[in-house]
Nanobody, 125 residues
């Protein structure tokens, strides 16, 4: 499966963005999807994950309540809604996918086989 992340940009603190991860090449509903970010000189950080049917979701503890992950399998797209953005949210955001036959989600970057190219989110203070 090929993944294309988009929707990043420059926003003021307190603002919102919606990121999209569009998939092509395979049956998207066979894949669990996650979002990660990696700011300069920092480790890759889990942001959110969603099961292949969208029934189950998981968030990094510090982000829960501000970010929402969802998916539309008919459109082969996963979304990440970012609200109440803070300067420390600045980073490139990457979506990733893993084929699965279960309803699981995955929170570790090395659980994923396929990665998109990243979309930059910059939050000004």
């Amino acid at each position: 499966v090929q993944l294309q992340a988009s929707g990043g940009g420059l926003v003021e603190a307190g603002g919102s963005l919606r990121l999209s991860c569009a998939a092509s090449g395979r049956t998207f509903s066979d894949y669990a999807v996650g979002w990660f970010r990696q700011a300069p000189e920092k480790e890759r950080e889990f942001v959110a994950a969603i099961s292949r049917a969208g029934v189950r979701t998981s968030y990094a503890g510090s982000l829960k309540g501000r970010f929402t992950i969802s998916r539309d399998n008919a459109k082969n797209t996963v979304y990440l809604q970012l609200n109440s953005l803070k300067p420390e949210d600045t980073a490139p955001y990457y979506c990733a996918a893993r084929g699965t036959v279960t309803g699981a989600y995955y929170t570790e970057w090395n659980d994923y086989n396929y990665w998109g190219q990243g979309t930059q989110v910059t939050v000004s203070s």
